[in-house]
């Protein structure tokens, strides 16, 4: 079992930047492959970014490539997503999600656990 806490969204003006993370409960989690989603009103959930359980591999959403990157700290059982130059397209409520296994997900019925979500507004 898993439990993933999410935090740092808030209100920042278009190109700002932001530093979400996602604490995770237990002791197995460097087992895990972590991913973001996010999902704005009245769209689907879409996929973000993804770390392997090392953190030695990334894959990233095309609309998110060079301004996003995703990393984790195995001891603080924590993952991060560093969001710089932010779009108002940007705007949605972000997802930490992991999936058993050492994997790079992009397919959000193929993670695991999910966090509640923090919510993250580009408006100027």
């Known amino acids: 079992q898993v439990q993933l806490v999410e935090s740092g969204g808030g209100l920042v003006q278009p190109g700002g930047s932001l530093r979400l993370s996602c604490a995770a409960s237990?002791?197995?989690?460097?087992?895990?492959?972590m991913g973001w989603f996010r999902q704005a009103p009245g769209k689907e959930r879409e996929f973000v970014a993804a770390?392997?359980?090392?953190?030695?591999?990334?894959y990233y959403a095309d609309s998110v490539k060079g301004r996003f990157t995703i990393s984790r700290d195995n001891a603080q059982n924590t993952v991060y997503l560093q969001t710089n130059s932010l779009k108002p397209e940007d705007t949605a409520v972000y997802y930490c999600a992991a999936a058993y296994g050492n994997k790079l997900e992009i397919t959000a019925h193929r993670y695991d656990y999910w966090g509640q979500g923090t919510q993250v507004t580009v408006s100027s």
């Open positions: 770390i392997n359980w090392s953190g030695g591999s990334t």
């Open positions: 237990g002791r197995t989690f460097s087992r895990y492959g």
